[in-house]
């Protein structure tokens, strides 16, 4: 089923609007993104929706792509999806994508790690004051917590790494994955990589030493880590290969 999914009905979070590009003037106050719109040469104000530090993807200059919005509710009417890199490359900047992709990835059972398990449930409350990205359950199975962390981190050739900037909610999930495995549950972390030159995935223990700690942590007490790459055009962002995890 895994084999005739992927080669006959290829998985892919679509984007509802067609793309459209621009030219990064400035991103500022986290959310916010001046943009020349490329085919009028206008300027106007997207939502950047991705609250990390975006090292080497908000350069002044880059091209992006744009969702257009006709959505009255909404206050800005472009949202910023796509960043173009050298050589063809390209990363997704939105941090709902991976949930997104992963959600349809979990429904058609292609992620052979989590393959065995025929329902699950998003966000769903665990722990003290957190909400697991999936909780995957099945008759006479352990249930299953899954958390997905976006990935678009790249420094070093093919090396992909997370996290961009200190993140205590993320060390926090970490801790209570582990707690998880020690309730007799199963217990993974999934880094999903939104771009497409990278290979292999580490930690940035350099960026966040308390992140790491909490992952040897997890890693010890036996959660699992495993991490995908991801196919991305300007029509949508589909599940790619798994990539080898180094840490």
Same mark, same amino acid.
């Given at each position: 089923?895994? *084999?005739?999914?992927?080669r ?15 030219? &990064? !003037? ?5 959310? &916010?993104?001046d943009? #020349? !719109?490329?085919?009028?040469g ?7 929706? +991705? ?15 744009? #969702?257009?919005n ?7 009417? =472009? @949202?910023?999806?796509?960043? #173009?890199?050298?050589g @063809? /490359? ?8 991976? +949930?997104?992709v992963?959600g349809e990835?979990?429904?058609?059972r ?8 025929p329902?699950f449930?998003?966000?769903v ?8 990205? =999936?909780?995957?359950?099945? #008759? ?9 962390? +976006?990935? /678009? &981190? ?18 926090? /999930? *970490?801790?209570? &994955?582990?707690?998880?495995v020690?309730?007799? /549950?199963?217990?993974?972390? !999934? ?5 497409t030159?990278c290979?292999? =995935?580490? *930690?940035?223990?350099? !960026?966040?030493?308390a992140? @790491? ?15 995908? @790459?991801? $196919?991305?055009? $300007? ?13």
């Amino acid at each position: 089923l895994s *084999l005739w999914l992927r080669r006959y009905r290829p998985l892919s979070m679509r984007f509802p609007t067609p793309l459209v590009p621009a030219r &990064l !003037l400035r991103r500022y106050k986290r959310f &916010l993104a001046d943009v #020349e !719109l490329e085919v009028s040469g206008e300027t106007v104000v997207a939502h950047c929706p +991705n609250p990390g530090a975006m090292l080497g993807l908000a350069e002044p200059g880059m091209r992006v792509w744009l #969702e257009p919005n006709d959505d009255p509710g909404k206050k800005l009417k =472009f @949202g910023w999806r796509l960043v #173009e890199l050298p050589g @063809g /490359h390209v990363a997704g900047i939105d941090t709902g994508v991976p +949930n997104r992709v992963v959600g349809e990835a979990l429904t058609a059972r292609v992620i052979p790690e989590l393959a065995a398990w025929p329902d699950f449930r998003p966000e769903v409350r665990y722990a003290e004051k957190s909400r697991v990205d =999936f909780l995957l359950s099945g #008759e006479g199975m352990p249930d299953a917590y899954v958390e997905v962390k +976006n990935v /678009h &981190l790249r420094r070093d050739g093919e090396l992909a790494e997370f996290p961009d900037c200190v993140t205590t909610r993320g060390a926090r /999930h *970490l801790d209570d &994955l582990a707690a998880m495995v020690g309730e007799g /549950h199963r217990a993974v972390m !999934l880094y999903l990589v939104q771009r497409t030159d990278c290979a292999r =995935f580490d *930690l940035a223990r350099d !960026l966040d030493s308390a992140y @790491g700690a909490a992952f040897d942590r997890a890693r010890q007490a036996g959660v699992e880590a495993i991490c995908y @790459g991801t $196919t991305i055009t $300007t029509a949508g962002v589909e599940l790619g290969a798994p990539i080898p995890v180094l840490a």
